[in-house]
């Protein structure tokens, strides 16, 4: 369905990244990777999928390095078709104690990055009048949660910048949208895991029941390849007038 495509998913090394990176490739799509994890292994694990990929490390804080990252995935691939604004952090922590450059950093990469994407990928979208772009957003985008200001600010921010970009390239080929997970079982949230066991002085299991216990009723965690065949729905034609949404899945925490 994507062949001949290019995708370009920022913070495709490890979780939710590199499984919408796999899911797309699996749809005959190219993909330009990104991130600080295991690149060797991820781009051998989409390689391994009969398509081309290629890898660049630009720090999603830094906005010259996040254009770079653009114009450099058009010159290799003579275009870029899907952009996936994955890269994220978190930290943890009551506002009151919250390290101001760490408030930076989350709103710098889980938050502008995505603007200084679309800002260099829009021109060549609307100009083949073909684009997708997609958010991975949270439901931290849709709700709270506590100690997580940073994370919450630019999740909802990134919702936003949604729903301003999908109205802005309404009449047009190009379509925007969130995707909101609930918790995913990724090197993210392993910390969060980690974590509370710690604090519970309970073993990993009964911290994992008791952190989806507290808001995820499926007592489920989402999967990226769940994520993966959203984001291919996302991409298909059944889905051009699907235009800035925030789409949950997210095991029943947003209908609470
Ligand atoms: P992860 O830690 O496995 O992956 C994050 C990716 O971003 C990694 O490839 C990492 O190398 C990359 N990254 C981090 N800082 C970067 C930077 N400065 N520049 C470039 N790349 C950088 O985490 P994940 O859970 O897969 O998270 C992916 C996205 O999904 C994030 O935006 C996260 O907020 C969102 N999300 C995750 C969950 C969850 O439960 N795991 C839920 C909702 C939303």
Redesign the pocket.
């Given at each position: 369905m994507l062949k001949g495509k290019t995708a370009l998913i920022?913070?495709?090394?490890?979780?939710?990244?590199l499984g919408l990176a796999l899911a797309l490739a699996q749809e005959g799509a190219n993909v330009m990777l990104?991130?600080?994890?295991d690149v060797e292994a991820a781009r051998a694990a989409v390689g391994h999928l009969g398509v081309e990929v290629d890898y660049h490390g630009?720090?999603?804080?830094r906005p010259d390095e996040v254009v770079d990252l653009v114009r450099a995935t058009e010159a290799r691939f003579g275009g870029l078709d899907i952009l996936v604004n994955?890269?994220?952090?978190?930290h943890v922590a009551p506002i009151q104690d919250f390290p101001p450059e760490r408030w930076d950093a989350i709103l710098a990469?889980?938050l502008s990055s995505a603007f200084h994407t679309l800002r260099a990928a829009l021109p060549g979208m609307l100009a083949r009048n073909w684009g997708r772009v997609i958010n991975?957003?949270?439901?931290?985008g849709q709700v709270a949660s506590v100690n997580k200001s940073a994370?919450v600010a630019a999740?909802h921010g990134l919702v936003g910048l949604t729903k301003v970009a999908a109205l802005e390239t309404a009449t047009t080929g190009v379509t925007v949208n969130a995707i909101c997970?609930?918790?995913?079982l990724?090197?993210?949230?392993q910390k969060q895991v980690d974590a509370r066991a710690q604090a519970d002085g309970v073993d990993g299991e009964e911290a994992t029941r008791r952190l989806l216990g507290e808001k995820q009723p499926s007592l489920a965690f989402t999967t990226p390849d769940q994520l993966g065949a959203l984001a291919v729905f996302l991409c298909s034609e059944a889905a051009k007038n699907v235009r800035g949404q925030a789409w949950g899945m997210d095991g029943g925490w947003t209908a609470q």
């Open positions: 920022t913070g495709s090394t490890s979780g939710i990244g990104n991130g600080f994890g630009a720090d999603m804080s994955n890269a994220g952090i978190q990469i889980n991975i957003a949270s439901v931290h994370y999740k997970p609930g918790w995913v990724t090197p993210l949230v």
